[in-house]
């Protein structure tokens, strides 16, 4: 019934809602005079016109994608294909590396060998196995655990892969094995102090370990510290040399960027092999240089005479009258082997008179002297130090601090501060008085820098106390070449009833070099040394402390490219003289 | 038309049937990349894991005092001394060896060595 024709239809373009769509299909090829079937047609019409459009739309999109354009990716289809190099570690706790970039604690995976005792049928059997795998662990043990009446249970942490593969060709399907890692220390007791450690669970229990936690687990990026583990190592080892020679209960050492206050090196000896994690002695995990609070004694005379200098109430010039003891109130202030005469203030240092410095605190008060030693930051914990073991000052309430106090802290009695406080605030005085809270890691940035003395006091400090190692008490560390400035103390050790013992002390030295433009400063603390033949039965500082601060820097220096300030003629004379010109 | 129409259909039928097997040479392919690919991934997985060990390990043999111990045994280098380190203006000048120009090599013993085997 199909007839070629033109359509009889009239041809609407409006419609009602719901009222069929009406194509004339005289335009395709056929009529039919049947509505029905007419619009039937249509409807086929439209679907298969629908169709022709969609994969007309597939197959231009396909050549698009495959001939004409090339597959564009993306920035999130290139990190979907991509490995992710950078960044993908696989262990979830951060390594920490030292400031050249080696490892000092990193995690290893391990594999932990864990089961269900619940589920167990042949328990002797699996524990006699087990306990031939492992010699260690006693028959017995093992099987105290696979009989607990428990849902889940460990047989053993941190396997090593021997290990697993015994345990995997044993054929157990009761035995399973669950991922892990463990804290490892590649410097061992290196950085034992600085590192702290980690308990079972890898969570953080001393050191840095333990105040960066969170840094350490929520990023897989280095932490990287400010120590180097040259300097380190060689600071450590001078250490350990000199606890033996002196018999000395604990020595520490601190060497500090004078200017950045950046920590080059942090030691304490006696420490400890991180990696045994021994917490029996808490003894040998006692951080001195962080924790130990003491009275430093004649350190202080460098603080007292920066304040001083710096409060102009007195000059440079000035003398003060040392011929006889200072009485305050029922205390009487004395030197130990000074000459009885009026001393100018580098003789003071020279000489560490008590009785001139404090005369020279007494000069500037009570009041000065408590602000400059709260800007020296001696009233409080150490700003802004990452470590966890972190000492508190001890000292007399602003209230209760009359004269005599004034006068006993001028040469470091009646407050007691940590290593780190003093080779701090020293810094800061032969910097050119600017004092920066010290750092372990270059992540710190919420550190800022204060003034606390003039620049002219820093570079006349600079003077006296280079005159102290030529001339005074330091004699021991003037390592030629290298223009060693610094102060020695000693100070009485202080018994559980606070009372001091005659004939024990703990000696300091801090210094710093070269002096003509400081670069690095050194502290030397050491515990109850005791008398030797060659020290001929002294327990000062002088003889102690000080060479072994000489010895440190003599190492350290040329490893930290400090040049040596030798005079060019001389060494000149001496090349010519070896070869006989 | 019938003609017409079968060769739409021929037409049809062989663009379905050319699309349709080089959909399915494509999506094998692209499969057997994507095997590859996770292969690669779970290599590179194994080999930063053994390059972390590694890194441990390497730090632990770079233990400064095991360095020192090794120094020691083999080699017979020692720590440097401030005195060792010379300023460049402190070398003798050309003119001071003149009528001595055989002071060096006298003085010097890998110089005198070498002096020797020539001749």
């Known amino acids: 019934m199909v007839k070629l024709g033109l359509s009889k239809k009239k041809k609407t373009f409006t419609y009602l809602p719901g009222q069929e769509i009406y194509f004339s299909s005289s335009s395709f090829g056929w009529e039919t005079e049947d509505e029905a079937v007419n619009v039937c047609h249509n409807r086929i019409l439209c679907v298969i016109g629908l169709f022709i459009f969609i994969y007309i739309v597939i197959i231009a999109r396909i050549f698009n994608v495959c001939l004409v354009n090339g597959i564009q990716f993306n920035q999130e289809s290139i990190s979907y294909y991509r490995p992710r190099l950078r960044g993908m570690s696989p262990v979830k706790r951060a390594n920490i590396t030292d400031r050249n970039g080696v490892i000092v604690a990193t995690n290893l995976p391990t594999v932990n060998l864990i089961t269900y005792p619940y589920k167990i049928s042949n328990p002797q059997e699996i524990a006699q196995k087990l306990s031939e795998v492992f010699p260690d662990t006693s028959y017995e043990a093992f099987l105290k655990i696979l009989t607990r009446r428990s849902k889940f249970a460990y047989l053993r942490r941190n396997m090593t892969p021997q290990q697993q593969a015994k345990v995997n060709a044993l054929g157990f399907p009761e035995l399973e094995f669950e991922p892990s890692e463990i804290r490892v220390y590649p410097q061992k007791e290196l950085l034992s102090h600085v590192l702290g450690n980690t308990d079972i669970d890898n969570e953080g229990i001393a050191g840095l370990e333990k105040s960066l936690n969170n840094r350490l687990n929520n990023s897989t990026k280095d932490l990287r510290l400010t120590i180097d583990l040259g300097v380190q190592y060689a600071v450590r080892d001078e250490l350990i040399k000199a606890k033996e020679k002196f018999k000395a209960e604990r020595v520490t050492a601190i060497v500090m960027d004078i200017n950045t206050s950046e920590i080059i090196a942090l030691a304490s000896v006696p420490d400890y092999d991180l990696n045994k994690r021994d917490f029996t002695d808490p003894d040998i995990k006692f951080n001195f240089a962080t924790l130990g609070v003491y009275e430093a004694g004649s350190v202080f005379k460098v603080f007292n005479t920066a304040m001083g200098l710096d409060s102009g109430k007195i000059k440079i010039t000035d003398s003060f009258d040392a011929t006889k003891p200072l009485k305050m109130g029922w205390h009487k202030i004395t030197d130990y082997r000074v000459p009885a005469k009026w001393l100018t203030v580098g003789e003071t240092l020279i000489y560490s008179s008590n009785i001139a410095s404090a005369l020279m605190a007494l000069r500037v008060g009570k009041k000065l002297q408590i602000k400059f030693f709260k800007n020296m930051g001696f009233f409080d914990k150490i700003e802004n130090l990452e470590i966890y073991e972190k000492g508190r000052p001890l000292h007399r309430s602003e209230r209760s601090w009359q004269d005599d106090t004034v006068a006993t802290a001028a040469y470091g009695y009646g407050i007691s501060v940590t290593p780190i406080h003093i080779i701090t605030a020293f810094s800061a005085v032969l910097n050119g008085g600017l004092y920066t809270p010290p750092t372990l890691t270059q992540e710190n940035t919420f550190r800022k820098t204060r003034r606390v003395i003039s620049k002219q006091t820093s570079m006349d400090m600079r003077k006296l106390l280079r005159d102290v190692v030529i001339y005074g008490s330091g004699k021991n560390a003037n390592v030629p070449g290298y223009d060693v400035a610094g102060k020695t103390g000693s100070a009485n050790k202080l018994d559980k009833n606070g009372r001091y013992i005659q004939g024990q002390n703990i000696t300091s030295f801090v210094s710093a070099f070269p002096i003509t433009d400081p670069k690095y400063s050194v502290m030397v603390v050491m515990d109850y040394p005791k008398p030797l033949k060659e020290t001929y039965g002294f327990v000062t500082s002088g003889w102690n402390s000080v060479p072994t601060g000489g010895k440190i820097i003599s190492r350290i220096a040329p490893q930290l490219n400090v040049r040596p300030n030798f005079d060019v003629d001389t060494q000149r004379e001496k090349i010519l003289k070896n070869y006989g010109l | ?119």
């Open chain 2, 1 to 119: 038309m019938s003609n017409v129409k079968t060769a739409i259909s021929i037409l049809w039928c062989l663009i379905t049937v050319v699309i349709g097997s080089y959909y399915f040479v494509l999506t094998n392919d692209v499969q057997n990349l994507e095997k590859e690919l996770a292969q690669i991934n779970r290599d590179i997985r194994d080999d930063i894991r053994d390059i972390h060990i590694l890194e441990a390990d390497w730090s632990e043999l770079n233990n400064p005092e095991r360095l020192r111990e090794l120094a020691g045994k083999y080699i017979s280098l020692d720590f440097i001394k401030p005195e060792q380190i010379i300023n460049y203006s402190a070398l003798p000048l050309e003119g001071e060896l003149i009528g001595n120009p055989t002071m060096f090599a006298k003085n010097n013993r890998e110089l005198r060595k070498l002096v020797n085997s020539e001749r």
